[in-house]
């Protein structure tokens, strides 16, 4: 009985030490939970360490702060260490708690933590707008233009005058799947030589695992043909020049392929099929729903304002087969220099086949 008692003591203890030591865990300079090393004025008063170097008196007491060596507390750092914390993006809607020691992992994968996709991914040195995953679909197609495409098979055609040089690295415009349950973008690079292509799922639940990519160039019955299938990245984990898990052709092989299909005239036209689907439904690779047309991509020169990023021009032109279909969308905004593609629904399908 006694043990019990003693036992029912020691927890209670425990509970109390942890919901006063709660009250001490967020900075009072920045209101992010603080994590070792945790310093302190003369008085006790406490600052995390990335607001001490930036402040020189106390926020509270407003005493002169010790500079060398600084004060560090820690007991609170101890207490801290073991305790369940919010995540700091709480109050963006992340109902996370974990131990102080793994927020710094959590908070690189948090769906809340904003992250400068358009720079880091897309090569948009003009917009340095970080933004949350939430919002990251509005903030493609609101601030840059971006299309999407509500199709799981479609056709992209590069455009480009002249084909990437090897040591440049040019990025083409994105594109949006939304047909899936997550979005999935179509990143399109040019670099050494090759043109990758990579899917990323923009979020971070795990339903990115079940969905599949196939990119193929060329028709299977002709003399210059590739394949590529497997998954799509979360975009996280993704880097700029990251060429794992994308389908990659050589600039050499489109040279012969755009000459082998004669279509081009002066511009180099180049039709890939993409094919997404979930792992346990089949993929009806032999109907193409959609034609997407990519242009190297247009930086500006004069970076914008963070809180209202210009937009790119247009950045894709959309053109269903079906020509009837295609007037229900509008006229394609032409880039300058391109031929118009004299496409009907009989050209199409004698071409796939």
């Not at 990758?196 to 028709?219: D, H």
């Not at 914008?304 to 950045?315: C, E, I, Q, R, V």
Request: aromatic residues 8%.
């Amino acid at each position: 009985m006694k043990m019990e008692t003693e036992e029912t003591d020691h927890k209670t203890a425990e509970l109390t030490l942890a919901a006063v030591a709660m009250q001490y865990v967020n900075c009072p300079v920045c209101f992010s939970t603080m994590k070792p090393p945790i310093y302190q004025c003369y008085n006790g008063h406490l600052t995390c360490f990335n607001c001490i170097d930036k402040i020189d008196k106390c926020s509270e007491c407003r005493v002169e702060l010790p500079n060398k060596p600084k004060i560090r507390n820690i007991v609170l750092e101890n207490i801290c260490s073991n305790l369940p914390v919010d995540c700091e993006n709480k109050a963006d809607g992340c109902n996370a708690k974990l131990k102080a020691e793994f927020l710094k992992n959590h908070l690189q994968t948090c769906p809340y933590t904003p992250f400068n996709f358009c720079q880091n991914i897309l090569g948009l040195k003009n917009c340095k707008l970080p933004v949350n995953v939430l919002d990251l679909l509005s903030h493609l197609e609101m601030c840059h233009s971006v299309a999407s495409v509500n199709k799981n098979s479609l056709k992209i055609v590069l455009n480009f005058p002249v084909f990437p040089v090897r040591e440049n690295l040019v990025f083409f415009e994105p594109l949006v799947i939304t047909s899936m349950k997550i979005p999935i973008l179509i990143r399109c690079i040019g670099f050494e030589g090759y043109i990758s292509f990579t899917g990323l799922a923009l979020s971070n639940c795990t339903e990115q695992q079940n969905i599949r990519l196939k990119f193929r160039v060329g028709q299977k019955s002709k003399k210059h043909a590739m394949e590529w299938s497997g998954c799509v990245h979360p975009y996280r984990t993704f880097t700029k020049i990251n060429f794992s898990n994308s389908f990659r052709i050589p600039v050499d092989f489109l040279k012969e392929l755009s000459q082998e299909s004669d279509i081009s005239g002066n511009q180099e036209v180049t039709p890939i099929y993409v094919f997404i689907w979930e792992e346990s439904i089949f993929s009806h690779e032999n109907e193409i729903h959609e034609e997407v047309h990519l242009f190297k991509q247009d930086s500006q020169q004069n970076p914008p304002s963070l809180k209202a990023p210009s937009p790119l021009p247009h950045s894709l032109s959309l053109q269903d087969v079906s020509p009837d279909v295609s007037s229900l969308l509008g006229t394609p905004e032409k880039s300058p220099g391109l031929r118009d593609l004299n496409l009907t629904s009989e050209s199409i399908q004698e071409y796939l086949t």
